[in-house]
């Protein structure tokens, strides 16, 4: 039979481990083959496709346009060939690697999940947080929520929401010094973070000339919802984003004594890679999360 007419299932194996790895060395040590044994599968693929799918740059390799319309195909169709094995084994559950930043996942994500797992039951969830830009691509993690503008390179990027930010303390803190009457009465509390722009850019709205904060004693915690804890506990003022916190605003164990909120530009957005766009557990949770976001808005809880 001529090489035509085959179906190169072997080859195509290869070609989606190198396209999603970015390297014929690492798809090597992924699949346990030499390099040279996955540089001859390579070259079988493309000479059936009749075209190159990659481009061979000095110490780099980068997909063809060819590559780039096959490469999610494959991935899908991989992933769909999995599920199907796994049916058969009587092996129902999949699982969605998540990563998530640490604010998010404790003040929305957490709460939410278990709506998710019980619409889909076959799909099992394993959820991490880091502050870390993992490189979705090449790490063992299926789709990761981002705070930033949606631009990143090899992705997929679908908004969840806008962030905009506003000091928020405890009544008892604010009532020490009498009351928050003004901005500039914030200044006479410590405040966390200091080296976070969200307080320059606050106050500059606010029309508070801002003073040398540097020279006071930092506080760093890490994550908005630490800092957004130390605040529930009277310790100082948080620079927040209220969606976050409407429990807590409701309650009255944290007060926003201004209206103004101001934002970066910058928004949380749910991230994967392009090429595995039409893998179906990572469908079933976009379409879920945007229809989350859609119909209960980041508030609610």
């Avoid at 000095?58 to 346009?65: A, F, G, K, V």
């Avoid at 999940?113 to 969830?125: E, K, T, Y």
Wanted: glycine residues 8%.
């Amino acid at each position: 039979m001529k090489m035509s007419r085959q179906f190169p299932l072997n080859a195509l194996r290869v070609f989606e481990a190198v396209a999603r790895l970015g390297s014929f060395t690492k798809a090597g040590e992924e699949l346990g083959m030499t390099q040279t044994a996955v540089s001859y599968q390579v070259k079988l693929l493309e000479e059936n496709v009749g075209e190159p799918l990659f481009l061979r740059l000095p110490r780099q390799i980068s997909l063809t346009e060819t590559g780039e319309r096959l490469a999610p195909q494959v991935t899908e169709a991989f992933e769909m060939l999995q599920l199907a094995m796994a049916e058969a084994r009587g092996e129902t559950e999949v699982t969605l690697q998540i990563t998530c930043l640490a604010t998010f996942a404790s003040q929305w994500l957490a709460r939410k999940l278990g709506n998710f797992q019980l619409a889909n039951p076959n799909i099992a969830v394993r959820l991490s947080t880091s502050d870390a830009l993992l490189d979705l691509g090449r790490e063992a993690v299926d789709v990761g929520i981002r705070s930033g503008t949606g631009e990143w390179p090899g992705l997929r990027a679908d908004k969840l929401m806008d962030v905009y930010f506003t000091p928020m303390l405890s009544p008892a803190l604010a009532d020490s010094v009498g009351g928050i009457h003004e901005p500039a009465d914030l200044l006479k509390l410590r405040i966390f973070d200091l080296t976070d722009p969200w307080w320059h850019q606050w106050l500059e709205a606010a029309g508070v000339p801002i003073p040398s904060l540097e020279k006071r004693s930092p506080s760093y915690y890490g994550a908005q919802a630490f800092e957004a804890a130390a605040a529930v506990a009277g310790q100082g003022v948080a620079i927040l984003t209220p969606d976050f916190y409407p429990e807590e605003l409701a309650s009255g164990k944290l007060i926003r004594p201004f209206e103004l909120q101001c934002t970066d530009g910058r928004g949380y957005w749910l991230a994967y890679p392009e090429s595995r766009r039409n893998v179906p557990k990572i469908k079933a949770f976009r379409n879920w999360i945007l229809e989350e976001m859609n119909v209960a808005g980041p508030s609610s809880s």
